[in-house]
């Protein structure tokens, strides 16, 4: 084993921190998609007067978008730990390794979870 560089070990820090703000804001946008449903119940009850019914066809994918992007963020969270203890192994060794297939993965996540609330709110 060898010394680890400061400034590795500092990069290697930036990144988890990215990782968890990365989580937390997953967490929170699925409480907030998750709640999205009664915004758009009260808002065509009281302003439109629309029956609940017509609007709160969406409710289901909602629901589900809410709960898989909390999960999501939960599993990163969860992730992050394994992650920095991995690297924090291979700096001590003097070897690097880049888990460049985490970071296509969150935004292919991402992306998909933005396009389907698109569509929900489009045609829903």
Not at 30 to 37: E, P
Request: charged content about 20%.
């Amino acid at each position: 084993m060898r010394d680890i560089n400061p400034r590795d070990l500092w990069a290697l820090n930036r990144t988890i921190l990215a990782l968890c703000r990365t989580s937390i804001s997953m967490i929170v946008l699925g409480f907030v998609i998750k709640k999205f449903d009664f915004f758009l119940e009260e808002i065509s009850s009281n302003l439109l007067k629309i029956s609940s019914k017509d609007i709160y066809q969406s409710e289901a994918l909602y629901h589900y978008m809410g709960l898989s992007t909390t999960l999501a963020g939960i599993v990163l969270c969860i992730y992050t730990i394994f992650y920095y203890k991995r690297q924090l192994k291979l700096l001590k060794e003097g070897k690097a390794h880049d888990d460049e297939y985490l970071f296509y993965a969150i935004s292919l996540f991402i992306m998909v979870l933005g396009v389907a609330l698109f569509g929900g709110m489009l045609f829903l």
